[in-house]
């Protein structure tokens, strides 16, 4: 069952941009995750409620950006520079407490949306 909806996935070429949208929660952190086929399910980025605090993989520090509208209950990944190897189905999350870097720990997800980029 979804608990979490994901929208702006699609095709783009190398270079280019998405941005992903979240329905938010009041979870403590909400969080963007990523899997490949035949991949393990990967940590991209989380904030918390506030907004104040962020956290990046460092495969997409400097070129990713997840960021919150409280007002608009949404968050949001930013994606720029994006490469061939950013090619996955994009998880948003939530969770109350924990490592927010950690997929185990989160307890509400989304059905997945696509991210395709070609080179």
């Known amino acids: 069952q979804v608990q979490l909806v994901e929208s702006g996935g699609g095709l783009v070429q190398a270079g280019g941009s998405l941005r992903l949208s979240c329905a938010a929660s009041d979870r403590t952190f909400m969080g963007w995750f990523r899997q490949a086929p035949g991949k393990e399910r990967e940590f991209v980025t989380a904030?918390?409620?506030?907004?104040?605090?962020?956290y990046y993989a460092d495969s997409v520090k400097g070129r990713f950006t997840i960021s919150r509208d409280n007002v608009k209950n949404t968050v949001y990944l930013q994606m720029n520079s994006l490469k061939p190897e950013d090619t996955a189905v994009y998880y948003c999350?939530?969770?109350?407490?924990?490592?927010?870097?950690?997929?185990?720990?989160?307890?509400?997800w989304g059905q997945g949306t696509q991210v395709t980029v070609s080179s």
């Open positions: 999350a939530a969770v109350l407490s924990g490592d927010p870097r950690v997929a185990g720990g989160y307890d509400y």
């Open positions: 904030i918390t409620w506030s907004g104040k605090s962020t």
